[in-house]
């Protein structure tokens, strides 16, 4: 029973610090939405129990969790969907970089047994979970203290009136980030049911790397552009 609150509790803190680290990530406000947030990870931490501990079905429990945070991105804080899905495609590809690397690292110096990954409250998981989920709010904080992170994405809550040209450059970029990260986050409990979490490490590289340099390539369309209205407005004046 001890077990299982406590499960629940760190489930709660890994929704959020995986919410918060996507939002940091991109520059986007979180204390505006901290109840709606602390909410819906509450809500993700319940339905994580019953997927992994009483149905027992753990491979879906990512693939869901990726689906759920995509409709409260969209309908809890009114970002266009497409977006959501790329903003938590690359904060859940990094988040699943610090779970692997912090599980190599426990792993090298004998904390963690190498079948842990196949656990769900055992003390050796909730050791790994404490880890990884400090270091994600630690990384966030610093993100926010030093206003570091993609600037492209508009602070939400997003204008739905506004039809969405899904064709542009931008927007196809975008699209296809967030796709190869689905991809990832779909298989990844499989690969960590069968013991292949340096697969997982080096797809989580890839997709996250893919997203890092197409956010940059948009931050630096975006200054190139505000330069260029800048000038005309000088021509002008």
């Given amino acids: 029973m001890l077990s299982n609150a406590i499960y629940i509790l760190l489930g709660i803190l890994d929704a959020i610090a995986v919410m918060v680290f996507s939002l940091k990530i991109y520059m986007l406000p979180v204390a505006s939405y901290k109840k709606r947030i602390i909410g819906f990870g509450i809500f993700i931490a319940i339905i994580s129990f019953f997927m992994r501990v009483v149905f027992d079905i753990p491979k879906w429990d990512l693939p869901l969790q990726y689906i759920l945070f995509i409709l409260f991105f969209r309908y809890g804080m009114a970002i266009k969907t497409h977006l959501a899905a790329f903003i938590l495609g690359a904060g859940i590809s990094a988040y699943a970089i610090l779970q692997v690397g912090v599980y190599y690292l426990y792993?090298?110096?004998g904390i963690l047994q190498t079948g842990v990954l196949q656990q769900n409250t055992t003390y050796q998981v909730f050791v790994l979970q404490i880890t990884y989920i400090l270091i994600s709010f630690a990384i966030s904080f610093a993100l926010r203290i030093y206003y570091v992170g993609f600037s492209f994405i508009v602070?939400?809550?997003h204008d739905f009136?506004?039809?969405e040209n899904y064709l542009s450059e931008?927007?196809?970029r975008v699209s296809i980030s967030a796709l190869l990260s689905s991809v990832t986050i779909c298989i990844a409990g499989v690969l960590l049911y069968q013991l292949s979490p340096f697969i997982l490490?080096?797809?989580s590289i890839?997709?996250?790397?893919?997203?890092?340099f197409f956010s940059r390539k948009e931050?630096?369309?975006d200054a190139r552009k505000a330069i260029e209205a800048y000038r005309v407005r000088n021509?002008?004046?």
């Avoid at 890839?206 to 890092?212: D, P, V």
């Fill in 107 to 109: 792993n090298l110096l």
């Fill in 155 to 157: 602070t939400p809550p």
């Fill in 161 to 163: 009136l506004w039809r």
């Fill in 170 to 172: 931008e927007n196809r």
């Fill in 201 to 203: 490490l080096l797809m």
């Fill in 206 to 212: 890839f997709t996250f790397g893919l997203s890092y």
């Fill in 219 to 221: 931050d630096r369309e």
């Fill in 235 to 237: 021509k002008k004046s």
